[in-house]
C-alpha cells in the first residue's frame, strides 16, 4: 500500500527530432531515453515507467530491456512499463522479465499491465483481434496468481495450462508491484479489484475530474471483494517549460503531429490550437510552467484521491533537450510546489 503520493515520469520511446527537425534513429532516441531516466534518478523521481509499441513512431518494443539498461545506472527509481501488453504476450514470460529485472535493479521492478492503446501486437505475434477481451482476462487472471509466487495452477482457452507449476526466479520481496492501466471501462476497473491490483487510470481526455467515479468505484469494488484499499495512479500527458507560453509553443507542433496521425487512423476531426489550448487550459494537458502544472496536478490528485501521478513527458517528436529541460522542471520545481499545496 503507497501511503505517501509518489511522483513517476512515462514515456513510449516516441522518435524524436534533433534541434534542425531531423528524425532522429531509433538507436539514439533509445540510448536518449536511458539518459532521461538517469536524470530523473538523480534528481529524485520516485518512478519511470516505459511504453511497450510495436510502430515506427515508437522506439521501445522491448522496455524491460531498456529497463534493465536503467537499472544498472540508477540507485532508488523504481522501473517500470505503461504498460506492458499483456494480451499478446505470455503472463509466464512477463513474470520471468521483471522478476529478473526486479534481481537486477534491488527490488525496483514494477509492471503495468494493459491492453494497450494500439493493436499492432495483436497480428504481429499472431493473435486474432476477435480475442481482444478473452485474451486479456484470461491472462491477467493467470498473472494474479503468478505473483503470488507460490505453485501455480491454472486453466484456460489462450495457452496450455498449468499444473502446480513453480516460475523463476522468485523476488527477494516476494511481490512484484502490478498495476492494471484502465482507460475508462467500469468492467475493468472491477474486474482489477477482484484481483487485487493496484489501478492506474488513462487520463488522456477531459477534464481529470470526470474519472472520480472510476476511482469511486474501485474502492467500493475493493471493499465489496474483502480487499484492503490499494492505491490509484493516474498516467497524464504534459509538458513543462520556462513559462506558460514557451510550454505550450514548443510542444504544439509535436503534439498536434502526434495526434493527427492518430486522428488519421481513428477518424478523428484534425487537431487545430485553439482545441489544444483549450484542453491545455480545461482537459487532460497537464502544461505550461512549474507553477500552472503544479497546481493542476494538486487539482488532479485531490479528484481523483491519487496515491501516484505519472507525467506522460514525452509526446511526439519534441527534441530530447527540451525533454531533459522538463524533467529537471519536473524534479526541481514542480514536485516540492505540488506538496506543499496539498500540505496546505
Request: hydrophobic share 45%; aromatic share 8%.
Given at each position: ?12 520511446g ?26 530523473a ?11 511497450e509499441?510495436?510502430?515506427d513512431?515508437?522506439?521501445?518494443t ?15 527509481i ?18 520471468e ?5 526486479d ?5 525496483r ?12 501486437s ?5 493473435y486474432?483481434?476477435a ?8 491472462k ?6 503468478l505473483?503470488?509466487?507460490?505453485p ?5 482457452t489462450?495457452?496450455?495450462p ?16 502490478t498495476?492494471?492501466?484502465?482507460g ?14 493496484p ?26 471483494f ?64 512549474p ?18 501521478f505519472?507525467l ?26 505540488v ?6
Amino acid at each position: 500500500m503507497v501511503t505517501e503520493l509518489e511522483f513517476g515520469l512515462h514515456s513510449f520511446g516516441d522518435v524524436t527530432v534533433d534541434a534542425d527537425g531531423a528524425r532522429l534513429p531509433y538507436a539514439e532516441v533509445i540510448r536518449n531515453l536511458v539518459e532521461q531516466a538517469v536524470l530523473a534518478d538523480r534528481l529524485g523521481v520516485d518512478a519511470i515507467g516505459l511504453g511497450e509499441h510495436h510502430r515506427d513512431d515508437y522506439a521501445v518494443t522491448a522496455p524491460e530491456i531498456v529497463l534493465a539498461t536503467i537499472a544498472g545506472r540508477t540507485e532508488h527509481i523504481r522501473l517500470g512499463t505503461a504498460v506492458t501488453v499483456l494480451s499478446s504476450d505470455d503472463p509466464v514470460r512477463v513474470f520471468e522479465r521483471f522478476a529478473t529485472l526486479d534481481a537486477l535493479s534491488d527490488g525496483r521492478a514494477e509492471i503495468m499491465l494493459g491492453r494497450g492503446s494500439f493493436t499492432e501486437s495483436f497480428p504481429l505475434f499472431g493473435y486474432d483481434l476477435a480475442d481482444y477481451e478473452r485474451l486479456f482476462e484470461e491472462k491477467l487472471e493467470l498473472m494474479a496468481r503468478l505473483l503470488t509466487e507460490e505453485p501455480v495452477s491454472w486453466q484456460g482457452t489462450v495457452r496450455a495450462p498449468l499444473t502446480r507449476q513453480q516460475v523463476y526466479p522468485k523476488t527477494e520481496s516476494g511481490r512484484i508491484r502490478t498495476w492494471v492501466g484502465v482507460g475508462g471501462s467500469p468492467e475493468s476497473v472491477v474486474r482489477a479489484a477482484r484481483l487485487g491490483f493496484p489501478l492506474s487510470l488513462a487520463v488522456i481526455g477531459g477534464d481529470p475530474a470526470r474519472f472520480a467515479p472510476y476511482a469511486e468505484l474501485y474502492h467500493r469494488a475493493l471493499a465489496e471483494f474483502g480487499r484492503e484499499r490499494l492505491p490509484i495512479a493516474a498516467h497524464v500527458p504534459g509538458f513543462i517549460a520556462a513559462t506558460d507560453a514557451e510550454a505550450v509553443d514548443l510542444l504544439w507542433p509535436h503534439a498536434r503531429d502526434m495526434l493527427n496521425r492518430i486522428g488519421r487512423e481513428r477518424g478523428w476531426p484534425p487537431m487545430t490550437r485553439a482545441r489544444f489550448e483549450a484542453d491545455v487550459a480545461e482537459g487532460a494537458w497537464h502544461v505550461g510552467s512549474p507553477e500552472t502544472v503544479a497546481r493542476k496536478i494538486a487539482s488532479t490528485v485531490r479528484a481523483l484521491g491519487l496515491q501516484r501521478f505519472d507525467l506522460k513527458y514525452a509526446n511526439g517528436t519534441m527534441p530530447h533537450e527540451h525533454l531533459m529541460t522538463a524533467i529537471e522542471l519536473y524534479a526541481t520545481e514542480v514536485i516540492p510546489r505540488v506538496r506543499k499545496l496539498l500540505a496546505g
